[in-house]
Nanobody, 123 residues
Framework: QVQLVESGGGLVQAGDSLRLSCAAS????????LGWFRQAPGKEREFVGA????????DYADSVKGRFTVGRDNAKNTAYLQMNSLKPEDTAVYYC????????????????WGQGTQVTVSE
């Protein structure tokens, strides 16, 4: 089993930046990919970005490309989501997820999930 805990959410204004963290524990050697998803009220959970074990290969949804950056520190078993130029439409609960192999964008393809952290962007 792999446990994931997100942190760093909060209330910010449009144009601000925020950095989310995802701390992984347990059998982390069984997963290579850490992904980020988000779910806004009344909407389905959607893919935001992902990073492979090396930290070199990344994937982003078009809606966040150029504004969000995914990173990881394997020594700390932690993944990050740096969010810049935030917009009100970025408001959602953000989830960290993990899966064994690359390249996955669907929620059903991810094995492990965190509890989520709320990000609210005001006008």
């Amino acid at each position: 089993q792999v446990q994931l805990v997100e942190s760093g959410g909060g209330l910010v204004q449009a144009g601000d930046s925020l950095r989310l963290s995802c701390a992984a524990s347990g059998r982390t050697f069984t997963v290579d990919v850490l992904g980020w998803f988000r779910q806004a009220p009344g909407k389905e959970r959607e893919f935001v970005g992902a990073i492979d074990w090396s930290g070199v290969i990344t994937d982003y949804a078009d809606s966040v490309k150029g504004r969000f950056t995914v990173g990881r520190d394997n020594a700390k078993n932690t993944a990050y989501l740096q969010m810049n130029s935030l917009k009100p439409e970025d408001t959602a609960v953000y989830y960290c997820a993990a899966v064994a192999t690359w390249r996955k964008r669907r929620t059903t393809e991810y094995t492990y999930w965190g509890q989520g952290t709320q990000v609210t962007v005001s006008e």
